[in-house]
């Protein structure tokens, strides 16, 4: 897929957007975890989750561009808004502020999801 010939969202960012806060959620991510793993408050039900949706939001890149799995991608990061909630929900009772640093990524997800039905229905 060209990217750059689709028929762009309302509200789509410019490209270098995505770097900058991926880069700024991945940070939050480890933060939130590693306050965890010091606290030595993580536990199996913790693990599964943060790993499950680190895995997920890996493989949505290979199915919205690679694949072209525009409306499969779509489900596919529902599924990751639903780990990100449990992983919010699940840090937050053990770390408050584990919890809160993943708001953002979940906002971002939030964005991306509307993103990402909006480019299916564009194209």
Do not use: C
């Given at each position: 897929?060209n990217?750059?010939?689709?028929e ?6 410019p ?12 940070i ?11 606290k ?7 693990n599964?989750?943060?790993f499950a949706q ?13 694949l ?5 991608a ?5 599924l990751l ?7 919010i ?13 993943q708001?953002p ?17 564009l194209?």
């Amino acid at each position: 897929m060209n990217y750059n010939n689709l028929e762009k969202p309302l509200l789509t960012p410019p490209s270098v957007v995505f770097s900058i806060v991926w880069t700024i959620l991945y940070i939050l991510m480890a933060i939130s975890y590693g306050r965890l793993k010091i606290k030595k408050l993580t536990d199996a039900k913790i693990n599964f989750i943060f790993f499950a949706q680190i895995v997920i939001n890996l493989l949505w890149p290979i199915f919205f561009f690679r694949l072209n799995w525009l409306l499969f991608a779509f489900f596919w990061i529902l599924l990751l808004i639903v780990f990100v909630v449990l992983m919010i929900i699940e840090f937050y009772k053990k770390d408050k502020l584990a919890g809160l640093l993943q708001i953002p990524y979940l906002l971002w997800i939030l964005f991306a999801a509307y993103l990402n039905l909006s480019f299916y229905i564009l194209n």
